[in-house]
């Protein structure tokens, strides 16, 4: 595909081009930044409320035990996957137009799993004491933690994929801040020295960068497909009707990929114009990413049709009373946004003039983060509120404190997004020239 | 501080050029202890250095195995310190299927950490007191280091030859 994107700028631009953003930002850019900060503030003070007043203020009570907060964690988690499917998985397929949004991606991906980490912690209430209940360390009544638990797998798997990731983004970063160190003077190269370790870029270094790098893409690719299974196994290794399914973990990874592909392209295509990289994002780019996107988006409508299918044909009560009443029940709202924009609206991309339309692509990547959301909370709730026991069934709502954490997450999100943004190239600078003409002499040119 | 030896530098622009004289430059003994710069990873130079295998995979191997056994290791260590009594089964059974989860991301994390290690051994960083030959190389220019050589030298002769844009003698 990229073999036929038309480029009208050469190695030569790349560095100007990229790294415009270490200028003085747009005006937009603060707005953002003050935004983001208002969020956090609001998170803050809801969680602040939570620790004084106790769980209770969270609104989460018998049968719904998990709400809000697992629905943001799962949601954080799955927006992260798209940074190391892009960066990793389409890395070993030799799709060369990741080129220009691995790096955007993949630190979509590290500020998501850090962000979705912050919940499990929130919603243990005392999280001082999370460390004990979480990892396997010496305590003082000589238990250790239970590893046939999938929330201990997911303490594994989610710590496991932000080191990994963290890894990941920060050794493509080191050329690229060689890079900035060779442009600026004083203080600045010195601390951008240090960032990248002293890179020369000598042929031996990129011998051992790129086989290094080929084995963290190798490693990371079953772990982004594993990640997400774990999480799913959180659901479904539980007897609840609505978790107790085989397709979890496929269809967890699927609707991962979606909500992140969808993220990738909500952040790259405000920061292309802002930063103005239409010279090497390029339409053809966006396009692929809205490709992949349409892809998963037809896996999940798959997944979202079997799951009714398999509940039917189980001939369990249970399970198809859980499905029929996520569909038509007291939560069928959720559960139809969920439907149309995961797998109505995305439709439109299947005619090229709508994938090459940015304001009507963005609408729909934005639709597809609200979708993905309701998706999380469908599953959660609508399992939760009513099992095999009448007389336990309840109803559950969002309490305003739940709704102050979720906006404080996407202000802690876009608060590290933009910093990431301002100090740091956006566009792997190193890895965008591999996918640019060659500079060979005109001589062998011709 | 171990002084660096001094030599010639020849920056080009062209990729095709670099190659040609690295291609020169590995059948001839005078330019033994050359270094070849690059702004990115270019495969035609990669093959033009035929640099062999890179040792990372044994980092990456030796880490991984480490982080399987590691993984099975503290579960099984565990179960056998203090069993946990799980859906009413006996305790102190090690429970295998269950284990491989914390096993494989084990696996995983230190297999990514030791490539990490490897990498970084192998280009031989952190290195913050570095020489930077030219602030080009990280920009859009290749180049080639050849220590103990000079400007009137045959060295310099044969990379003008193959295309260098200038070539400039380095100081010890």
Redesign the interface.
């Known amino acids: 595909m990229s073999d036929d994107v038309k480029w009208t700028k050469?190695?030569?631009d790349?560095?100007d081009g990229i790294l415009a953003n270490l200028e003085k930002p747009h005006p937009s850019y603060y707005v953002a930044w003050t935004l983001a900060i208002i969020f956090v503030g609001i998170g803050i003070a809801s969680w602040a409320y939570q620790v004084t007043y106790g769980m209770g203020a969270a609104g989460l009570n018998s049968p719904v035990y998990w709400g809000v907060y697992i629905t943001d964690f799962v949601f954080w988690v799955g927006i992260g996957h798209a940074g190391t499917l892009i960066s990793a998985i389409l890395f070993l397929f030799r799709a060369k137009w990741r080129n220009t949004v691995a790096r955007g991606a993949e630190a979509m991906t590290v500020f998501a799993v850090i962000t979705a980490g912050l919940f499990p912690l929130i919603h243990v209430g005392r999280l001082w004491f999370a460390a004990y209940w979480m990892g396997?360390l010496p305590n003082t009544n000589?238990?250790?933690?239970?590893?046939?638990?999938p929330l201990?797998?997911d303490v594994?798997?989610i710590?496991?994929y932000l080191?990994?990731s963290l890894?990941?983004w920060y050794?493509g970063l080191?050329?690229d801040l060689?890079?900035i160190?060779?442009?600026v003077k004083g203080f600045k190269r010195l601390v951008y020295?240090?960032l990248s370790?002293?890179?020369?870029?000598?042929?031996?270094?990129?011998?051992?960068?790129?086989?290094?790098?080929g084995?963290?893409a190798a490693?990371?690719t079953?772990?982004v497909l594993?990640v997400h299974s774990?999480v799913s196994w959180d659901f479904a290794m539980s007897i609840q009707p609505g978790w107790h399914t085989t397709i979890f973990p496929p269809y967890f990874v699927a609707g991962a990929i979606l909500s992140g592909c969808a993220m990738v392209y909500t952040l790259l295509v405000p920061i292309r114009t802002m930063f103005r990289f239409e010279g090497f994002i390029k339409e053809e780019h966006l396009e692929a990413c809205i490709k992949l996107t349409l892809l998963t988006s037809t896996l999940v409508f798959y997944a979202y049709a079997i799951e009714f299918v398999v509940a039917w044909y189980s001939g369990n009560p249970y399970e198809w009373a859980i499905f029929v009443k996520r569909a038509v029940g007291p939560y069928a709202f959720y559960f139809w946004v969920m439907v149309f924009c995961n797998c109505i609206f995305p439709l439109v991309w299947w005619s090229k003039k709508m994938r090459n339309n940015i304001a009507v692509s963005m609408v729909v990547a934005i639709l597809i983060n609200v979708g993905m959301w309701f998706e999380r909370y469908n599953i959660i709730v609508s399992s939760l509120v009513e099992d095999f026991i009448p007389g336990s069934w309840g109803h559950y709502e969002p309490s305003l404190i739940e709704i102050g954490l979720t906006f404080g997450s996407f202000g802690w999100f876009f608060f590290w997004f933009l910093i990431f943004c301002k100090f740091f190239p956006i566009v792997s600078m190193?890895?965008l020239?591999?996918i640019m003409p060659?500079?060979?002499?005109t001589k062998?040119n011709s | 501080m171990k002084k660096r030896p001094g030599g010639i530098l020849a920056v080009f622009q062209y990729l095709d050029h670099l190659t040609d004289a690295m291609k020169k430059a590995n059948v001839r003994g005078d330019f033994d202890g050359h270094e070849v710069f690059s702004p990115t990873s270019y495969h035609e130079i990669e093959e033009a250095g035929d640099f062999g295998s890179s040792p990372v995979k044994w980092f990456t191997f030796v880490g991984a195995m480490t982080g399987t056994i590691l993984g099975f290791g503290l579960c099984l260590y565990m179960d056998y310190d203090w069993g946990l009594v799980v859906g009413g089964k006996t305790p102190g059974v090690p429970s295998l299927p269950a284990y491989v989860v914390i096993g494989f991301e084990l696996t995983i994390l230190l297999g990514g950490i030791a490539t990490i290690i490897g990498m970084l051994v192998m280009c031989k960083l952190p290195n913050p007191t570095q020489r930077i030959l030219d602030e080009r190389f990280t920009d859009d220019r290749f180049g080639i280091f050849v220590p103990n050589a000079t400007l009137d030298g045959e060295q310099a002769k044969i990379l003008k030859a193959c295309g260098a844009d200038e070539i400039r003698l380095i100081e010890a």
């Open positions: 050469t190695i030569s790349v560095n396997p000589n238990l250790w933690v239970n590893f046939r638990s201990e797998w594994f798997a710590s496991t080191t990994i890894l990941f050794m080191v050329p060689a890079s160190r060779d442009r020295g240090l370790f002293g890179w020369r870029g000598t042929a031996r270094q990129w011998h051992h960068y790129e086989a290094g790098y084995f963290l490693l990371a079953p772990l594993s774990i190193s890895e020239k591999l060659k500079p060979l002499s062998k």
